[in-house]
């Protein structure tokens, strides 16, 4: 079984390396945000968010995009409150 920092560190690293800013810093701002207090089912949703393409987890988290039913949840309710997205200056 892997550490849970590895774990951490793995998750956090492919959050923020999404392939577009835009992504980066919803995904990657939301791992920021809250990966440290997940709990294991927590950190396997959002591994398994890792997996979908960016345009559909963004498209859920602005309601554009109705999610498979295995993401509706607390988790996806914290995703889409975007309080963790930090504006960056230009």
Do not use: C, S
């Not at 995904?27 to 890792?50: K, S, V």
């Not at 509706?72 to 930090?86: F, H, I, N, T």
């Amino acid at each position: 079984m892997e550490d849970r920092d590895y774990r951490l560190r793995r998750l956090k690293f492919r959050a923020w390396h999404r392939g577009t800013k835009e992504a980066d810093l919803l995904i990657g701002g939301f791992a920021d945000r809250y990966a440290d207090a997940w709990n294991d089912a927590e950190l396997a949703w959002f591994e398994a968010a890792l997996e979908e393409q960016d345009v559909d987890v963004m498209g859920w988290a602005f309601g554009t995009i109705a999610p498979p039913p295995a993401f509706e949840g607390p988790m996806l309710d914290a995703l889409r409150r975007l309080d963790y997205v930090a504006m960056q200056a230009r």
